[in-house]
Structure formats: C-alpha cells, structure tokens
C-alpha cells in the first residue's frame, strides 16, 4: 500500500506526539505516586517502551515509525528517504513532540508551558546520550536486516532498559530533547542542556550508521 506523503508526515506529528505524551506525562504521574526515585524511573521506563511497540507497530507501515531525528537522519544517509521528507520528518516530529509535552502539562493540571529547571549536561550524560543512540540505531537498521517482524518489541525493550544503564535516562532522540524543556518536572531537561544532548545524539546515531554499515559490508 502507498500512503501520500501528508499521510506519512502526520504519522511522525502523531507517534511523536504520543511518544512524549508518554514520557512526560508518565513521568509526571510516577513522580507523585513514589517518593521512591527507583519506582518513579520504572513507571516512566515500562510505559514508554510499551507505548514504543505501539506506535511503531501502527505507524511503521505508514511513514517508517522514525518519531525520531536522529533515526530519520540515518535513513536519509542510507538513501532510504529524499532530503525533503528528512526536512519535513523533522519538523513534523518536533512539532508533535512538543504538542505532547503541553498535552502532558495540561492533564496533569500545571502551567502549558514551563520551562525546565532539571540541568543535564555534564560529560557523563553526554557519553550516555552517545552510546544510547548509538544503540538504538544499531537495534533498528541491524533488525531491519534480520530481524524485521521483531523491530517494534525490539525498540521498545532497548529504551526501556536504556533508561536504567544510561545517566541520562536514554533521551536518544532531539526531538523529545528539545520537547522536555518545557516541562518542569522528572522528564525535564534545561535548556542549556538539549545542545550538548543533540550534539551527543547525532554522533551517536552516525557512529552506529558507520557500525551497521561495517558489519553488513560486502553482504
């Protein structure tokens, strides 16, 4: 089946939109249920790595489930999309994720916008945040090789236990970066920590493109 264009761009605004739904607002309810910071990580890790299976599994068919710049990026270099669709994912994406961030902050009754206070840019979130997205995008472009049923639960297992053996939590992703500054809660990232994360989540993703790209040479 071939879906517009239209179809494939909403599809990032929608998944990216649910995505950060899910990690700020589960955060957000898990912060108030525990004074326990152990639970209150896994009641943000389980429901995002599930919400990732889902999304993926319905929207994959449809634009390729990126919800991710950094992923879209990857499939712009492996010559998968066009320039324009890299351009229009991206935007698209974060759009989408900052709507679910304000989406978030509204159901759980605090301001729309809040711009956060939690600072995270010190240099051992910063490796974090590179080997996290190098991770996922080996997890993604290796199962698209042999694994390409698998890809959702894959994904989703891959950041809900990278959320536990990274210090930053496994962000992996700049569109979700540059959503959670405005929120003020668990999830939250400062603004003056989302350049030293992107710049970390694109390296790492391109690391892990060099990676795959080795591994299935002459294949």
Known sequence: MEFAKSQKYISEFIGSFFLVLTVVGSGIMADRLSEDDGIT?????????????????????????????????????????SLSDLVAYVLFQIIGAIFGCLAANI????????????????????????????GLVLVIFLAREVARLNIPVLVGSYIASAYWFT?????????????????????????????????AQIFGAILGYIVVRWLFRGV
Do not use: C, M
């Open 41 to 81: 990580l896994l009641g943000n890790a389980i429901p995002t790595g599930l919400t990732l299976v889902v999304i993926i599994s319905i929207f994959g068919p449809i634009s390729g489930a990126h919800f991710n710049p950094a992923v879209s990026l990857i499939f712009w270099l492996k010559k998968i999309i």
């Open 107 to 134: 159901i759980f009754e605090l301001p729309i916008i809040t711009i956060s206070t939690n600072v995270r840019h010190d240099l051992s979130q910063f490796l974090s945040e590179i080997l996290a997205t190098f």
């Open 167 to 199: 210090s930053s939590t496994s962000f992996a992703n700049p569109a979700v970066t540059i959503a959670r500054q405005f929120s003020d809660t668990f999830t939250g990232i400062s603004p003056s920590g989302i350049p030293s994360f992107v710049l």
